[in-house]
Protein backbone atom coordinates (compact mmCIF):
# COMPACT_ATOMS: atom_id res chain seq x y z
CA UNK A 1 0.00 0.00 0.00
CA UNK A 2 1.12 3.20 -0.60
CA UNK A 3 -0.23 6.84 0.41
CA UNK A 4 0.30 10.22 0.19
CA UNK A 5 -0.72 13.24 2.89
CA UNK A 6 -1.53 16.39 1.50
CA UNK A 7 -1.25 19.10 3.99
CA UNK A 8 -2.21 22.30 2.98
CA UNK A 9 0.73 24.87 5.09
CA UNK A 10 -0.24 28.60 5.50
CA UNK A 11 2.15 30.13 8.41
CA UNK A 12 2.31 26.68 9.93
CA UNK A 13 6.34 26.58 10.84
CA UNK A 14 5.79 26.20 14.18
CA UNK A 15 4.06 23.16 13.74
CA UNK A 16 5.53 21.50 10.31
CA UNK A 17 8.08 19.97 11.74
CA UNK A 18 6.49 18.25 15.02
CA UNK A 19 3.89 17.08 12.23
CA UNK A 20 6.48 15.38 9.99
CA UNK A 21 7.80 13.79 12.71
CA UNK A 22 4.59 11.84 14.05
CA UNK A 23 3.70 11.11 10.31
CA UNK A 24 7.27 9.36 9.96
CA UNK A 25 7.31 7.93 12.92
CA UNK A 26 3.61 6.03 11.92
CA UNK A 27 6.37 3.53 10.58
CA UNK A 28 4.12 3.54 7.40
CA UNK A 29 4.97 4.16 3.32
CA UNK A 30 3.53 7.46 3.36
CA UNK A 31 4.54 10.46 1.32
CA UNK A 32 4.10 13.55 2.75
CA UNK A 33 3.13 16.55 -0.05
CA UNK A 34 3.16 20.14 2.10
CA UNK A 35 1.52 22.99 -0.48
CA UNK A 36 2.56 26.17 0.74
CA UNK A 37 0.61 29.59 -0.20
CA UNK A 38 4.09 31.59 0.37
CA UNK A 39 3.51 32.09 4.00
CA UNK A 40 5.25 34.99 5.32
CA UNK A 41 6.72 33.31 8.34
CA UNK A 42 8.60 31.07 6.14
CA UNK A 43 6.96 28.06 6.22
CA UNK A 44 8.07 26.84 2.99
CA UNK A 45 11.55 27.22 3.77
CA UNK A 46 10.88 25.13 6.47
CA UNK A 47 9.18 22.57 4.26
CA UNK A 48 11.97 22.69 1.74
CA UNK A 49 14.73 21.69 4.83
CA UNK A 50 12.46 18.83 5.97
CA UNK A 51 12.06 17.75 1.86
CA UNK A 52 15.60 18.05 1.53
CA UNK A 53 16.39 15.59 4.45
CA UNK A 54 13.60 13.19 3.87
CA UNK A 55 13.28 11.77 0.75
CA UNK A 56 9.09 10.78 0.95
CA UNK A 57 8.81 14.77 1.87
CA UNK A 58 7.36 17.03 -1.00
CA UNK A 59 6.72 20.67 -1.47
CA UNK A 60 4.88 22.46 -3.56
CA UNK A 61 4.99 26.19 -3.82
CA UNK A 62 2.45 28.74 -4.72
CA UNK A 63 2.98 32.57 -4.82
CA UNK A 64 0.04 33.68 -3.15
CA UNK A 65 -2.71 32.51 -0.36
CA UNK A 66 -5.30 31.21 -2.75
CA UNK A 67 -7.36 29.52 0.35
CA UNK A 68 -7.59 26.43 1.45
CA UNK A 69 -10.21 24.80 -0.80
CA UNK A 70 -7.73 25.77 -4.07
CA UNK A 71 -4.99 24.15 -1.99
CA UNK A 72 -6.27 20.27 -1.31
CA UNK A 73 -7.58 20.62 -5.36
CA UNK A 74 -3.93 21.50 -6.21
CA UNK A 75 -2.55 18.41 -3.87
CA UNK A 76 -5.57 16.13 -5.73
CA UNK A 77 -4.13 16.48 -8.84
CA UNK A 78 -0.46 15.69 -7.59
CA UNK A 79 -1.34 12.92 -5.22
CA UNK A 80 -3.60 10.94 -7.47
CA UNK A 81 -1.29 8.41 -8.63
CA UNK A 82 -1.19 7.19 -5.38
CA UNK A 83 -3.84 4.38 -4.09
CA UNK A 84 -5.06 5.97 -1.18
CA UNK A 85 -4.79 10.21 -0.77
CA UNK A 86 -4.70 12.01 2.74
CA UNK A 87 -5.80 15.00 3.39
CA UNK A 88 -5.42 16.93 7.00
CA UNK A 89 -4.25 20.22 8.60
CA UNK A 90 -0.85 21.17 9.39
CA UNK A 91 -2.28 22.58 12.86
CA UNK A 92 -1.46 19.61 14.91
CA UNK A 93 -5.25 19.98 15.36
CA UNK A 94 -5.08 16.28 13.54
CA UNK A 95 -3.67 13.51 15.24
CA UNK A 96 -1.63 11.46 12.73
CA UNK A 97 -1.99 8.18 15.46
CA UNK A 98 -5.42 7.81 13.31
CA UNK A 99 -4.09 7.23 10.41
CA UNK A 100 -4.02 3.69 10.43
CA UNK A 101 -7.37 3.64 11.48
CA UNK A 102 -8.39 5.59 8.74
CA UNK A 103 -6.31 3.35 6.15
CA UNK A 104 -7.83 0.04 7.48
CA UNK A 105 -11.45 1.96 6.77
CA UNK A 106 -10.35 2.88 3.10
CA UNK A 107 -10.00 -0.69 2.29
CA UNK A 108 -13.44 -0.92 1.61
CA UNK A 109 -14.74 2.35 1.40
CA UNK A 110 -14.21 5.05 -1.19
CA UNK A 111 -14.16 8.06 1.80
CA UNK A 112 -12.94 8.07 5.58
CA UNK A 113 -13.94 10.53 7.59
CA UNK A 114 -11.66 11.49 11.03
CA UNK A 115 -14.58 12.56 12.83
CA UNK A 116 -14.73 14.42 15.23
CA UNK A 117 -18.67 13.33 16.29
CA UNK A 118 -17.98 9.40 17.65
CA UNK A 119 -17.41 9.09 20.96
CA UNK A 120 -18.43 12.58 21.66
CA UNK A 121 -17.39 15.82 20.34
CA UNK A 122 -13.32 16.03 20.50
CA UNK A 123 -11.88 19.46 19.57
CA UNK A 124 -9.32 21.11 21.31
CA UNK A 125 -9.29 24.65 21.79
CA UNK A 126 -13.05 25.61 20.10
CA UNK A 127 -15.47 28.11 21.39
CA UNK A 128 -18.37 26.69 22.37
CA UNK A 129 -19.91 28.87 19.44
CA UNK A 130 -17.71 27.22 16.88
CA UNK A 131 -18.63 23.72 18.38
CA UNK A 132 -22.59 24.43 18.08
CA UNK A 133 -21.54 26.24 14.07
CA UNK A 134 -19.68 23.06 13.22
CA UNK A 135 -22.50 20.82 14.53
CA UNK A 136 -25.41 22.71 13.09
CA UNK A 137 -23.76 23.20 9.85
CA UNK A 138 -23.46 19.14 9.87
CA UNK A 139 -26.33 18.79 10.92
CA UNK A 140 -27.91 20.88 8.06
CA UNK A 141 -25.77 19.35 5.78
CA UNK A 142 -26.97 15.81 6.58
CA UNK A 143 -30.28 16.78 6.37
CA UNK A 144 -30.19 18.38 3.04
CA UNK A 145 -28.24 15.94 1.18
CA UNK A 146 -29.39 12.41 2.57
CA UNK A 147 -25.92 11.41 3.98
CA UNK A 148 -25.85 9.59 7.13
CA UNK A 149 -22.08 10.44 8.30
CA UNK A 150 -21.65 13.04 10.93
CA UNK A 151 -18.66 14.70 10.32
CA UNK A 152 -18.40 15.75 6.89
CA UNK A 153 -16.79 19.33 7.41
CA UNK A 154 -13.75 17.42 8.68
CA UNK A 155 -10.76 17.89 6.74
CA UNK A 156 -9.02 14.89 8.05
CA UNK A 157 -9.86 11.98 5.50
CA UNK A 158 -8.68 9.64 3.34
CA UNK A 159 -9.66 9.45 -0.07
CA UNK A 160 -9.55 5.91 -2.46
CA UNK A 161 -8.03 6.84 -5.37
CA UNK A 162 -10.92 6.06 -7.68
CA UNK A 163 -12.97 8.33 -5.88
CA UNK A 164 -10.56 11.33 -6.63
CA UNK A 165 -10.25 10.71 -10.49
CA UNK A 166 -14.30 10.41 -10.50
CA UNK A 167 -14.78 13.93 -8.79
CA UNK A 168 -15.37 16.59 -10.85
CA UNK A 169 -13.48 18.97 -9.44
CA UNK A 170 -14.69 22.11 -11.63
CA UNK A 171 -18.10 21.76 -10.05
CA UNK A 172 -16.81 22.50 -6.44
CA UNK A 173 -17.46 26.00 -5.66
CA UNK A 174 -16.64 26.38 -1.91
CA UNK A 175 -13.24 26.95 -0.62
CA UNK A 176 -13.66 26.39 2.90
CA UNK A 177 -16.01 24.14 4.79
CA UNK A 178 -18.62 23.68 1.70
CA UNK A 179 -16.31 23.20 0.05
CA UNK A 180 -15.40 19.65 1.77
CA UNK A 181 -19.20 18.99 2.16
CA UNK A 182 -19.38 19.65 -1.85
CA UNK A 183 -16.19 16.55 -2.17
CA UNK A 184 -18.21 14.13 0.12
CA UNK A 185 -21.38 14.59 -1.52
CA UNK A 186 -20.30 13.77 -4.96
CA UNK A 187 -18.70 10.66 -3.81
CA UNK A 188 -21.76 9.59 -1.92
CA UNK A 189 -23.89 10.50 -5.30
CA UNK A 190 -21.93 8.44 -7.56
CA UNK A 191 -22.34 5.41 -5.35
CA UNK A 192 -18.97 5.83 -3.15
CA UNK A 193 -18.99 4.50 0.19
CA UNK A 194 -18.02 6.89 3.05
CA UNK A 195 -17.46 6.12 6.74
CA UNK A 196 -16.46 7.99 9.73
CA UNK A 197 -13.52 6.63 12.00
CA UNK A 198 -12.92 8.52 15.29
CA UNK A 199 -10.60 11.21 14.76
CA UNK A 200 -8.66 10.55 17.58
CA UNK A 201 -6.74 6.87 18.24
CA UNK A 202 -8.00 6.92 21.74
CA UNK A 203 -10.90 4.75 20.75
CA UNK A 204 -9.71 3.00 17.92
CA UNK A 205 -12.57 0.79 16.44
CA UNK A 206 -11.46 -2.47 16.30
CA UNK A 207 -13.51 -3.19 13.11
CA UNK A 208 -11.72 -5.85 10.73
CA UNK A 209 -10.43 -4.86 7.54
CA UNK A 210 -6.34 -5.45 5.96
CA UNK A 211 -3.42 -5.74 8.35
CA UNK A 212 -1.64 -3.19 8.38
CA UNK A 213 1.41 -5.18 9.92
CA UNK A 214 3.88 -5.17 7.19
CA UNK A 215 3.85 -1.89 6.01
CA UNK A 216 6.33 -0.24 8.92
CA UNK A 217 10.14 -0.76 9.16
CA UNK A 218 11.20 2.94 8.09
CA UNK A 219 14.86 3.30 7.12
CA UNK A 220 17.88 5.62 6.72
CA UNK A 221 16.83 7.68 4.91
CA UNK A 222 18.99 8.58 1.04
CA UNK A 223 19.36 11.61 1.49
CA UNK A 224 21.34 11.35 4.72
CA UNK A 225 19.41 13.53 7.51
CA UNK A 226 18.78 10.59 9.78
CA UNK A 227 15.95 10.70 10.03
CA UNK A 228 13.81 7.58 9.45
CA UNK A 229 11.78 7.71 6.23
CA UNK A 230 9.22 5.31 5.74
CA UNK A 231 10.67 3.15 2.00
CA UNK A 232 8.66 4.13 -1.18
CA UNK A 233 7.31 1.14 -3.40
CA UNK A 234 6.56 3.85 -5.77
CA UNK A 235 8.75 7.02 -6.63
CA UNK A 236 6.68 9.85 -6.55
CA UNK A 237 8.83 11.98 -9.57
CA UNK A 238 9.49 15.19 -9.93
CA UNK A 239 6.60 17.78 -8.50
CA UNK A 240 5.78 20.32 -10.36
CA UNK A 241 6.48 23.60 -8.01
CA UNK A 242 5.67 27.57 -9.18
N1 LIG B 1 -1.74 26.60 1.22
C1 LIG B 1 -2.71 27.14 1.97
N2 LIG B 1 -3.02 26.58 3.16
C2 LIG B 1 -3.98 27.17 3.89
C3 LIG B 1 -4.68 28.32 3.47
N3 LIG B 1 -5.58 28.64 4.43
C4 LIG B 1 -5.43 27.73 5.41
N4 LIG B 1 -4.47 26.83 5.10
C5 LIG B 1 -4.04 25.66 5.84
O1 LIG B 1 -5.16 24.82 5.87
C6 LIG B 1 -5.26 24.15 7.12
C7 LIG B 1 -6.58 24.52 7.79
O2 LIG B 1 -6.55 25.90 8.10
P1 LIG B 1 -6.89 26.43 9.56
O3 LIG B 1 -6.54 27.89 9.60
O4 LIG B 1 -6.27 25.55 10.59
O5 LIG B 1 -8.45 26.29 9.55
P2 LIG B 1 -9.36 25.93 10.75
O6 LIG B 1 -8.91 24.62 11.34
O7 LIG B 1 -10.73 26.02 10.24
O8 LIG B 1 -9.12 27.14 11.74
P3 LIG B 1 -8.39 27.18 13.18
O9 LIG B 1 -9.42 26.87 14.19
O10 LIG B 1 -7.88 28.61 13.29
O11 LIG B 1 -7.28 26.18 13.20
C8 LIG B 1 -4.02 24.56 7.91
O12 LIG B 1 -3.02 23.61 7.71
C9 LIG B 1 -3.64 25.90 7.28
O13 LIG B 1 -2.26 26.18 7.39
C10 LIG B 1 -4.33 28.89 2.20
O14 LIG B 1 -4.87 29.89 1.73
N5 LIG B 1 -3.36 28.25 1.50
MG1 LIG C 1 -7.05 24.37 12.23
Known amino acids: MLAIVV ?17 LALGLPLDVLYIDDGSPDGTGKVADD ?37 QMDA ?14 AAS ?3 LVLGSRYIGGVRVID ?20 GMTVRDLTSGFRCYRR ?3 EALDLAQLKANGYGFLIEIAYQIWRSGGR ?22 SGGRQDERGSGTACPRLSVP ?4 PSR
Open 7 to 23: VPTYNERDNIVELTERL
Open 50 to 86: LAQSCSSVFVIHREGKLGYGSTVIEGFRVARRYPWVL
Open 91 to 104: DLSHDPAAIPALLR
Open 108 to 110: DHE
Open 126 to 145: WEIGRVLLSWMANGYARTFT
Open 162 to 164: SAL
Open 194 to 215: LIEVPSSPVELSSRGGPSLQGM
Open 236 to 239: IGPL
